[in-house]
């Protein structure tokens, strides 16, 4: 099938072709984002910026190519709403949160610390718009995966913090409790990604 | 739990694709549902059964694992 400026569906390229953009989609992202954290410049950030939006968009589309899959409404309802908010995120970490060291004033130092949360904040809503929209297997497959990150994260962090009471390992508590999310959203994705490839069609 | 999706599918010549499009669901779940893996909710099989012009206990066997 023909989709939009006459390029045929990226579910009927050839397998190989599938699997190089995907690869070619993380190469894009990864790379934009250790220039984006690597490097002060504006421009460069700006380009980084750009990197990580254009590869964000190849890698989506790329991982439902290769499980056979075309991007729905619902999937691409759920890219427009955490792609610009994942921007913001990303801007408001480099440029608004290191504010806060620069002001005295307790409120608007809070203020500035949890500006990057909003964009966050607005992700969890989409993610959860996006899971009540998915089909009854797909939601099954989502609850599935967030017990499953759920128990391996809290397990992982109860270890951590046993070695840490007992003075075995040093373990810093900020990054610790900022890392939590990020940890159960990996644990969450690689899982569904699993479920997904195990009943991918043919 | 059998059933005969794919049978009807193929009967129509769809692809997995295009009775996902119909169904409005994803190429994942038909495939499942084909082999067994998955037995879809009451309304999905009601769905299924309209789109095909079949009575779900002709679609679907309980009895019978696959």
């Known amino acids: 099938m023909v989709g939009t400026w006459g390029i045929r569906k990226m579910d009927e390229w050839p397998t190989w072709q599938r699997w190089g953009t995907w690869l070619l989609g993380c190469a894009l992202y990864a790379g934009s984002f250790w220039v984006l954290f690597a490097n002060d410049g504006l421009g460069i950030r700006v380009v980084a910026l750009v990197g990580l939006c254009v590869g964000l968009l190849v890698l989506t589309y790329a991982s439902r190519a290769v499980l056979n899959e075309r991007m729905r409404t619902v999937d691409r309802r759920y890219v427009r709403a955490v792609l610009p908010a994942f921007l913001v995120y990303i801007v408001m970490a480099l440029y608004v949160w290191p504010l806060a060291d620069r002001t005295t004033t307790h409120w608007l130092k809070a203020v500035l610390v949890l500006l990057p949360a909003l964009p966050m904040v607005y992700v969890a809503w989409a993610v959860i718009r996006y899971v009540n929209r998915c089909d009854e297997l797909e939601r099954r497959q989502q609850l599935e995966a967030a017990g499953i990150a759920v128990v391996v994260v809290g397990l992982a962090s109860m270890v951590l913090g046993l070695l840490a009471a007992a003075r075995l390992i040093h373990v810093n508590g900020a990054l610790a409790l900022i890392l939590v999310l990020p940890a159960l959203c990996c644990v969450w994705g690689m899982v569904c990604s699993w479920s997904k490839w195990r009943n991918r069609a043919r | ?66």
């Not at chain 2, 994803?26 to 999905?44: F, H, M």
């Open chain 2, 1 to 66: 739990m059998k059933n005969r999706v794919r049978q009807l599918r193929e009967a129509r010549g769809w692809s997995q694709g295009a009775l996902a499009e119909h169904l409005d669901v994803s190429r994942q779940t038909v495939n499942a549902i084909e082999n067994g893996k998955y037995d879809p909710s009451l309304p999905l099989a009601f769905k299924l059964a309209r789109l095909f012009k079949q009575r779900i206990e002709s679609m679907f066997d309980p009895d019978e694992e696959r």
